[in-house]
């Protein structure tokens, strides 16, 4: 590692399983990169909505070590790369999304194939934002709903973390879209990013909408919330359509027969983020920062991300 680079780094942590109170920010070593690893000066990293889950120990199979550094997205500065490493270079801002964590402090190790350069249409710091959720989305759009341009397609759950990248993706990907969002606040942020139509679904027939949207049937629905009404909008789906929802939504949707329910996980991989960057490219593209937190409010910004929020939340290093 370069001897420029310090040995200490400020990372906030928790030494046990617990509520919000046991994250807290501690001094550690500064990772060294292996082989094919790379080291990132983070700018910021983001805040799952899966994070208090991590730190009750919801994920833990008994392999956790303490003290464990929460976040497993973020975006930064390239400092440092192992001899083997060739998808990105040390002075490049690149962004990044592992399942381990780690991203929660001022330096983060991971390996080449969980990161990517930071493509030209996406400002520097939302990319902080963009990995889990982004590589989420693309995930569930290409490879599960195998979404093909001219197809209509709902979002539930279109003003969150996932659902307002998948409402820019599917578009880029030439689907036509029905973005429901949450409350009007979720509704004006979902109408700037290009959708067909957008509705508000906690004050309009979800259904209803998507029967006018598609008076054929949807060819396909991305499910990234849950609500009472979100099975009787998924009856609108025509036989042979795909419905999709990553693992953790909650209640599971319920499909009507001849309709295929695809559960998934959102796992990173260099392939994933190259087609991620294609998609994005040049063109604008927006990650919503709901609100950005310092490193010493992770533990408030994770009471947060359990509330009402757009976009994502996330946090401020460097």
Not at 107 to 115: D, H, N, V
Not at 172 to 192: C, I, N, Q, T, W
Not at 212 to 234: H, I, K, Q
Not at 310 to 316: I, P, Q, T, W
């Amino acid at each position: 590692m370069p001897s420029t680079l310090p040995s200490q780094m400020k990372a906030a942590a928790v030494d046990h399983f617990g509520g919000p109170e046991v994250l807290h920010t501690e001094t550690l070593p500064v990772p060294q990169p292996g082989e094919h690893e790379i080291l990132l000066r983070v700018d910021v990293a983001g805040v799952g909505v899966w994070d208090p889950w991590v730190r009750q120990g919801g994920f833990d199979d008994g392999s956790t070590r303490f003290p464990y550094v929460m976040g497993n997205d973020g975006a930064g500065v390239v400092v440092a790369v192992g001899p083997k490493v060739s998808r990105v270079r040390v002075g490049q801002r690149a962004y990044g999304y592992q399942m381990e964590g780690g991203f929660y402090a001022e330096y983060a190790k991971l390996e080449e194939g969980r990161a990517a350069p930071i493509p030209s249409g996406l400002d520097a710091r939302e990319a902080g934002a963009l990995g889990a959720d982004g590589i989420t989305a693309l995930r569930g759009l290409d490879d599960e709903l195998r979404l093909r341009s001219g197809q209509s397609l709902m979002i539930i759950g279109a003003s969150g973390g996932v659902g307002h990248i998948a409402v820019q993706l599917a578009k880029r990907m030439g689907a036509r879209v029905l973005a429901v969002a949450s409350r009007a606040d979720g509704l004006k942020l979902v109408e700037k990013l290009g959708p067909d139509v957008a509705i508000d679904g906690r004050r309009k027939d979800v259904a209803k909408a998507a029967r006018a949207f598609a008076p054929e049937g949807l060819d396909a629905a991305l499910v990234l919330a849950g609500g009472d009404d979100v099975n009787a909008a998924l009856a609108t789906i025509k036989k042979g359509g795909r419905v999709a929802h990553p693992n953790g939504v909650e209640p599971i949707p319920e499909v009507p027969k001849g309709v295929e329910l695809l559960a998934y996980d959102g796992t990173p991989s260099a392939e994933a983020f190259d087609r991620l960057n294609r998609l994005i490219g040049d063109a604008p593209f927006h990650v919503e920062l709901g609100k950005l937190y310092e490193l010493e409010e992770a533990a408030q910004a994770q009471r947060d991300v359990e509330k009402h929020h757009l976009g994502k939340l996330a946090l401020r290093i460097h």
